[in-house]
């Protein structure tokens, strides 16, 4: 049975913690955003992994930290920001999960730092996934999964060491990846020319983790090339996650789809999810499932090289 997995970056402003100037148009409806994509999830009746920032976990903040190993000018932007309610939101993870779709609420780090950066120390990361176990158990959340912010893969045997069972990995490189002919591919992705994401497999890692590629980031394509495929054809991101739902279905692998709630920033974002969850919705049957990354690692870590994971 082929596998639809959907992970969240569920952040508000922690995404942006490091940037110069927070990016408005991305915040400005962020949390209305949440809460639009718990909706459409609910109406497909569609389970989802939130990984969510420990921090947001938090009822209120003088941002300040002392006792975290991180360099405390890491914290700037939280103490001067204008947007007060974008870095604690106890509420809006009290509603995925209260949610009648059984979602899966997983982590994103405490303070979203690179963990390839050079600040980022096994101590530093140590003290992220501490921090967020902590306030997670506090609501009653048992973390299992978690995914890297920006994800940037490192420090995994801490990661295995804080309990944690499953991480996402990083999608698999194609021939139109990062090369100059990719603006062109995606221009046609629309198409019936167009290319079809991959569909991944997980893997147990050197460390007892559990490994869950990426197949596509939904919001991968935007400017000139979406506004060109869809004056031509369609969508080009539903098509490919047509094509990907389609491949997958009666398979053994997985489609891993990504994105973070502040990629709604208009209306376009939100019919771009309806349409895709609505397909998913329309495949599922004998051949295909949805399920979260908890689901998938404890299926994989389950399994026998003779079984079908």
Known sequence: MGTVVISLDAELAWGFVDFPVLPDRRLARAREMWMELLDLFEKYEVPA???????????DCDGRHPDHPLDATWFDR???????DMWCAPGLIDAVADATADHEIACHS???INFQSSGATKAVAAAE?????????????ELSSFVFPRNRIAHRDVLARSGFHCYR??????WHTDNRLTPLVRAVSGSPLGITPPIVHPRVD?????????????FCFEGWARQITETLWADPVVKMVQRGVDQVNGSDGIFHLWLHPNNLINEAGIKRMESVLSYIDQMRGPGLAVRTM???????????????W
Do not use: K, M
């Open 110 to 112: 405490f303070s979203h």
């Open 129 to 141: 996934l501490r921090r967020c176990r902590r306030l997670a158990d506090r609501y009653g959340v």
């Open 49 to 59: 992994t939130w990984a969510v920032v420990g921090h947001l976990f938090l009822e």
């Open 169 to 174: 990995g990083q999608q698999p490189q194609r």
């Open 294 to 308: 908890e689901t998938v690692a404890q299926r994989t870590a389950g399994s026998t090289p003779q079984q079908n």
């Open 78 to 84: 939280e103490r001067s920001s204008e947007h007060e």
């Open 206 to 218: 050197d460390h007892g983790l559990v490994e869950i590629p990426a197949s596509l980031l939904l």
